[in-house]
């Protein structure tokens, strides 16, 4: 069996346009080590979802993406909080 986790996510009004639609591209951004260094270092103590918008038709579900988005176009993007029950939920 898979391991799966489901999250709800509640969109301002003002985001639903840009964010919720088809192509849009979720990844959740965690610390990565390698032999070329250490990336994402700020994420140790709390992990964020990464967002690359679409530009498909209005859509409601998603799929997490299983590699974090690195597109240089959104490092300085929006930043939005995620609330989780429990510590360590979303990694």
Known sequence: ARNEVQAKAVLYPEYV???ARGGTRFS???PQISAAGVEHLDTILQPYINVE?????PRRDFELQEATITDSRYLDGLSIIVEAPEAGSLG
């Open 17 to 19: 346009q840009t964010f």
């Open 28 to 30: 959740v951004v965690t």
């Open 53 to 57: 918008p679409g530009r498909g038709n």
